[in-house]
């Protein structure tokens, strides 16, 4: 469901993880639509980003993909943008899903970059990624994943991030680089190349921050387990209320620092299905291997944050 108007594609959007269960991590179809309902039908809420990073999109068949996300079209296309990640190492792969996105009724798209990027990326190749995604659904709409700093090359140059907003059909941008002034030039770029793209804020521990510097809303996974409380954020900037900012995010801060900025490093996930079972939102905090379970130390870390953010 996509609204009128040229900030369309501004606002909120969880990121969606995949609850599972049993000894073959089979997705639970009934709680995921749960989960789903839970953190996106609710005031301020503009849609979800589904089979994105913490959605596991690295370890689902393209068969799940597509059932994914037509329990998400179900549960709250009505009303909501659908945005489908795409991730796959080979583009021809990917614009495969990229066309059963649209088949399954995605309002738009994530392009992911390939893993392999990670050791080698040039703007003739994200073009041609791009591109050759792009040419199976003509006129899709389309956001671009900015990667964290620390991804190696995945992480776009300021001219290949230029390059890739020249395409018609980008409308947004999920900056997930996770550093503050990384963050302010690109959407310093986005902003003097194509104003019309919503620029969204998706670093989960530096939302104050980026949005203060100006963001179109937010594609993260902390809406995840506190939607109303990002909602709140991003409306207290643009209102100029610092004051009431600076009291979200001291609220905020804990919880983020425990799923996303404690170490080791790329634990999100399972944290946050840790989360949203200990909040009976989901019935099982399963992921699929190689990824461990939350360990006792993590998950007294994560009780504790938890309750510093009010949970």
Known sequence: ??????????????????????????PDWKAYARHTAHCVLRPGIAGVLMNGHAGENFVLSRAEKRRALEVAVETVGASRIVVAGVNAESSLEAAEEAREARAAGADAIMVFLPNGFALAQTTEMALL?????????????????????????MAFTEDTFAALLDLPEVVGVKEGSWEVDRYDALRRICKARRPDVAFCASGDE????????????????????LPDEIVALDAAVRAGDLAQARALHERLEPLA????????????????????????????????PPQPPVSPPEAAMLREAMRASGL
């Open 257 to 288: 620092e425990a799923i996303y900025g404690a170490p080791p490093g790329g634990r999100a996930t399972a944290r946050l299905k840790w989360c949203l079972a200990e909040m009976g939102v989901i019935p099982d905090p399963a992921l699929r």
């Open 129 to 153: 990624h791009h591109r050759t995604i792009l040419a199976a659904v003509p006129g899709m709409p389309t956001f671009l994943f900015a990667a964290h700093h620390g991804a190696g090359r």
């Open 1 to 26: 469901m996509i609204p009128d108007g040229a900030t369309r594609f501004h606002g909120i959007y969880p990121s969606t993880v995949l609850p599972m269960a049993g000894a073959d991590f089979a």
């Open 206 to 225: 530096h939302l104050l921050a980026c949005m203060v510097h100006g963001s179109d809303g937010s594609l993260v996974s902390l809406a995840d387990v």
